[in-house]
C-alpha cells in the first residue's frame, strides 16, 4: 500500500468538497490545514439561504463575464472565501495555516488570505489572474500550483519575473 503524501491528501479532500458547489460554471473546493489537520471547508456558491445559480440563472453566463474578470458580477462567494468565513464564524485559529484549493485563488482571495496571515497555498490549476501572483510573491506566501497530472510543484512566475529572464 502506498500513503499519499500529505499534499496529495488534502488536494484529493478539496476535489471531493468541491462537488458540493452550486456553481454553473466551475467547481472549486477549499481546506484550511494547520498542522495536518483540517481546520474549515469551502466551496463556491451563493450566500447561505439564497436561491442557487441553478435556479435563477449564472449573471457570468448572461453577460458573457470571462473567467478572471469582473469578480462582482458574481451572486456566489469563492470557495476560499467560504473556508475563511467558516473559520470566523466558529471563532477558529488560521494564522500561520496552509490552504489547499482545486483553483489558484483570484486577487480578491488573495488579499484576504494574505490579511489571515495563511503562509501557503497549495492549488492544482492555475487561473488568469496576475495581480493575484503579484501579492502572494509581495507578501511572501509560498505558493505551490500543481498540476493534476503532474506531482511536481510548478513554479509560478509574476510577469516582473518573466521580464527579468
Known amino acids: ?31 484550511l490545514v494547520v498542522d495536518k489537520h483540517i481546520l474549515t471547508t469551502g466551496y463556491n456558491g451563493v450566500p447561505r439561504g439564497l436561491k442557487h445559480c441553478e435556479a435563477v440563472g449564472c449573471l457570468r453566463i ?18 476560499e472565501m467560504n ?18 484549493t482545486t483553483t489558484y485563488p483570484c486577487s480578491l482571495c488573495a488579499k484576504m488570505i494574505i490579511n489571515s496571515d495563511i503562509k501557503r497555498v497549495v492549488a492544482e490549476d492555475g487561473y488568469p489572474d496576475e495581480l493575484a501572483k503579484e501579492m502572494f510573491a509581495e507578501a511572501k506566501v509560498k505558493v505551490d500550483v500543481i498540476n493534476k497530472s503532474k506531482k511536481e510543484p510548478a513554479k509560478v512566475k509574476t510577469k516582473k519575473a518573466k521580464e527579468k529572464e
Request: charged share 25%; net charge positive; hydrophobic share 35%.
Open 1 to 31: 500500500m502506498v500513503r499519499p503524501s500529505w499534499d496529495e491528501y488534502f488536494r484529493k479532500i478539496t476535489r471531493e468538497v468541491a462537488q458540493r458547489s452550486t456553481c454553473l460554471r466551475r467547481q472549486i473546493g477549499s481546506v
Open 62 to 79: 448572461a453577460k458573457n463575464v470571462p473567467s478572471g474578470e469582473r469578480h462582482e458580477l458574481c451572486r456566489g462567494l469563492h470557495a
Open 83 to 100: 473556508a475563511l468565513l467558516q473559520a470566523a464564524k466558529y471563532g477558529i485559529q488560521i494564522s500561520g495555516a496552509t490552504i489547499y
